[in-house]
């Protein structure tokens, strides 16, 4: 595993974030479109983007009058989307906090509704930085609360190529993807129950991803 190169990805989303501030576009993802339609059904009020890149999902469920908290590593992302907030007067439904997911995620237990990351799974983390996330969002969701996220998976026509870093990792035009089979979906569900699972496709290229939402298990309380 190149540590060295993954410990990099940062500084490189750092500069494309900065030289292009609407390199994703204005419009929600396809994922967002999708989760609203979870959320307002689970009856979700306050939730946390992971992730959050510039901003267009957690402007989205702002809009849609779901109180937002959007997380990211990078200065230039949080300074795009403290930048919209102000624009479209939306600072009652998001706020935003410069944060390093591969920390223990600053929330207490059993405290948010759901978490919603669009390909940030897939990013450049390894498989023991994915448990340790997940657990860590298991661990602040309230019982039955809602885990949605995206990954690019193995059919993906980037798959394989590239640099390999390790593990399903590979770099291609600087960017490390992290990408998924539906046995590594698996493989995180500790504490979790899948109870949605498709594929879909996004962008031009177009990219090949799986669409996840997990719930949080309620514990069993003991007989005796």
Request: with cysteine; charged share 30%.
């Amino acid at each position: 595993m190149d540590q060295k190169k993954l410990d990099q990805q940062s500084e490189h989303w750092e500069i494309n974030f900065s030289n292009k501030p609407e390199m994703f576009g204005i419009e929600p993802s396809i994922s967002a479109i999708k989760a609203l339609e979870i959320f307002k059904e689970k009856k979700i009020n306050n939730l946390i983007e992971l992730g959050a890149g510039l901003g267009r999902d957690s402007i989205f469920f702002a809009k849609n009058n779901i109180k937002t908290k959007a997380l990211d590593y990078s200065s230039s992302g949080i300074k795009m989307i403290n930048h919209k907030i102000r624009k479209s007067n939306l600072s009652n439904f998001i706020s935003t906090k410069l944060f390093d997911i591969r920390k223990a995620l600053p929330f207490e237990d059993n405290s948010i509704e759901a978490c919603y990351s669009h390909m940030l799974y897939c990013m450049a983390l390894t498989t023991n930085d994915l448990e340790k996330l997940n657990n860590e969002i298991q661990r602040i969701l309230k019982p039955g609360g809602i885990n949605i996220y995206t990954v690019r998976h193995t059919n993906d026509g980037d798959f394989k190529n590239g640099n390999h870093i390790g593990e399903d990792l590979y770099e291609n035009d600087g960017f490390i993807v992290h990408y998924f089979s539906k046995e590594k979906i698996t493989s995180l569900l500790n504490g979790f129950k899948n109870i949605y699972l498709e594929k879909f496709e996004e962008g031009a290229f177009p990219r090949k991803l799986f669409f996840v939402v997990n719930e949080k298990k309620s514990k069993i309380k003991n007989k005796n």
